[in-house]
């Protein structure tokens, strides 16, 4: 186990600049996502720690040490990939032991750790498998078992859920949870699904276009998103957000007035350029207060998700239960000012 | 019932066309077979007759060449034992070289690695024939004339580029976490070569080293050309000097060859599974 820093790392594939100076700490034992979309750098951030892609610019520690001159084995990491990545020629036990044999290890440890990962993992019916006779969520737990044996001081895992189906998916998430709270070996994971980062983070790192947004746990990321990217980027359905100015201690907005929260209201200007967001779980349908017409009730049992039309924005609202609102029909919208997130209308950046 | 068959009308349409095309290539495969059949079981004053199947069909022709008992097959055995050391030897060198080739092009992806192999595939646009003398005067210089090292190295020379573009491009193919996984396991480039390259190229390598090993079987012009000695030529030259007599003996010919046609056919049998896989695997870029 060792705590993983990054100091100014920047990457740059001749002149395409991709990541642009970011530097972090992640603990010891901790479990860090780095998300983003597409194309943001979060996996070459990773490849960089595992030493399969150059390091342009600046420092990776791991443990303290230096790595950047290092090969991949000499790290001490073991990584999972998306595609699993297992040797095709080789039986289950022997992609897990593969390791262990580039290491001469004997043969008594080789069995006792693939045995225990085995265990762990629940693999011991499949250790005379080949890959191939193996389905998608039983694959994705050898690449585990083949990064477990190693014991390494950090986990790497790049977006190891995203050839799976969407029912193994979730029970995926949980396994890999539990087998972190399990092993506590510090894991940096890359994913591009928010939820996965949402439920599986001690940290998250939300990345964009090669610079990081915002550092936080998920619920800090939540409730506090630091500018407008990542109030959009985190949380399912995203956040409403729409232009508005500030007049008179609130926001005018889609002909209508909402709330600012006291902090805001202390710092905005009078009129001044915002983009005002609420999350659809905070809006509530009410007597009075903002109309709005709605435009779809889609029913998912537990909850109702409404679209909602407001000048020229449809908004989303979210409510626990059942609603007797009908398509075209006009509601009214009530919201707590204080889980209102304004963001500067320029700079994008969270006031308040 | 009008679409059923219409179907069925496009069907055999289709079936025509591909019988149109397969029987002439039957027959141009088997009609020199035929011959070759005919001639070797025939006795030598029929053989020549335009019988279309011998009215004594004997083996004893493949009895005179098993024994050399006649002129041109004096060093029968031994020439039979240049072929196969000079194929096999060819095979196995070319394979080495291709499949070490190929592994630092493709997955090390040494720099100048793509030059070095549009080099070598250029070699392709000069004929061989024309480096034929070029060839002989290089092994003259080394003194390797009459050796059977100086064809084997001739026909690695030949046989290299093309097994080098085929296992390049069948490398490509196999996944790059594989070899990222590899790594970070703690494999080092050659035990990445050794363990996980190799034994998941096998298809394909076995489909090379027979193209290199038949290659250097058949191979005439060089083997005439850079071996002089009677002891020391294949048998596609001994076969050659039957021609050289004024009546050549053609049913003991037509005997030699069937024996030496035996080998291939052995190894495509053998091996046929792999040849398609194989030299499909590496023909287009999926």
């Known amino acids: 186990m060792a705590a993983v820093s990054f100091h100014d790392i920047r990457k740059a594939y001749g002149k395409v600049k991709v990541i642009h100076g970011l530097g972090f700490d992640i603990a010891d034992g901790e479990f860090v996502v780095l998300v983003g979309p597409s194309g943001c750098g979060k996996s070459t951030l990773l490849r960089m720690l595992a030493g399969l892609e150059e390091i342009s610019g600046g420092e990776i520690r791991i443990d303290g040490k230096v790595v950047n001159d290092l090969e991949s084995k000499d790290r001490d990491i073991a990584m999972v990939f998306q595609s699993y990545a297992l040797y095709p020629h080789m039986t289950v036990r022997e992609n897990m032991a593969f390791s262990l044999r580039l290491r001469k290890a004997d043969s008594k440890t080789t069995e006792d750790r693939v045995a225990n990962a085995a265990r762990i993992l629940n693999l011991d019916p499949l250790l005379d498998r080949y890959p191939r006779e193996l389905s998608g969520g039983q694959r994705q737990r050898v690449a585990m078992g083949r990064a477990i044996v190693r014991d390494p001081k950090v986990f790497l895992f790049d977006e190891p859920l995203s050839n799976l189906d969407a029912k193994l998916r979730v029970a995926m998430r949980a396994e890999i949870k539990a087998l972190h709270q399990r092993l506590k070996t510090t894991t940096v994971y890359v994913t591009h699904d928010q939820i996965e980062a949402m439920t599986m983070a001690d940290r998250i790192v939300v990345m964009h276009d090669g610079i990081i947004e915002q550092i936080g746990t998920p619920l800090e990321l939540f409730d506090r998103p630091g500018n407008l990217f990542v109030a959009q980027f985190i949380g399912s359905p995203a956040m409403n957000v729409f232009a508005g100015t500030v007049r008179g201690g609130s926001v005018e907005a889609l002909g209508a007035r909402w709330p600012l929260p006291a902090a805001v209201a202390a710092v905005a200007r009078d009129g001044q350029a915002v983009q005002y967001g609420i999350r659809p779980t905070d809006l509530q349908l009410a007597e009075r207060g903002i109309p709005g017409q709605v435009v779809v009730v889609e029913p998912t049992g537990a909850e109702t998700e409404l679209l909602l039309q407001l000048g020229d924005s449809q908004l989303i609202l979210v409510m626990h239960g059942r609603t007797t609102a009908l398509p075209d029909e006009t509601v009214h919208l009530a919201l707590d000012a204080e889980k209102a997130h304004v963001f500067d209308g320029v700079s994008g950046q969270r006031l308040g | ?286």
């Open chain 2, 1 to 286: 019932m009008s679409g059923r068959s219409r179907f069925t009308l496009r069907a055999v349409g289709r079936e025509a066309q591909l019988l149109l095309v397969g029987i002439p290539v039957l027959l141009w495969t088997l009609i020199p077979i035929y011959h070759l059949v005919i001639f070797a079981i025939s006795e030598r004053d029929t053989a020549t007759k335009g019988y279309l199947w011998p009215p004594s069909p004997t083996l004893q022709n493949f009895n005179i060449v098993l024994q050399q008992k006649h002129f041109f097959l004096n060093h029968f055995w031994v020439q039979l034992g240049n072929s196969l050391f000079i194929a096999i030897a060819a095979g196995a060198i070319t394979l080495l070289v291709a499949t070490l080739a190929a592994f630092s092009i493709s997955r090390l992806k040494v720099r100048g690695g793509r030059t070095v192999m549009n080099l070598a595939l250029f070699t392709y646009f000069i004929p061989a024939a024309f480096l034929a003398v070029p060839m002989y005067k290089t092994m003259a210089t080394y003194g390797l004339l009459n050796s059977r090292w100086s064809l084997i190295l001739a026909m690695v020379t030949i046989a290299s580029p093309y097994c080098i573009w085929v296992l390049k491009q069948a490398s490509d193919k196999l996944p790059w976490e594989l070899d990222e996984a590899a790594r970070i396991d703690g494999a080092t480039p050659m035990q990445l070569f050794r363990l996980v390259y190799v034994p998941l190229m096998v298809p394909s390598l076995v489909a090379v080293g027979t193209y290199a090993l038949l290659l250097a079987w058949n191979e005439y012009l060089y083997a005439y050309l850079l071996l002089s000695d009677e002891r020391s030529f294949t048998l596609a030259v001994a076969l050659g000097h039957f021609l050289s007599a004024d009546d050549s003996p053609w049913e003991l010919l037509m005997a030699t060859g069937f024996i030496y046609a035996l080998p291939p056919a052995a190894i495509y049998y053998a091996f046929k599974r792999y040849m398609v896989s194989g030299l499909t695997a590496g023909a287009v870029k999926s």
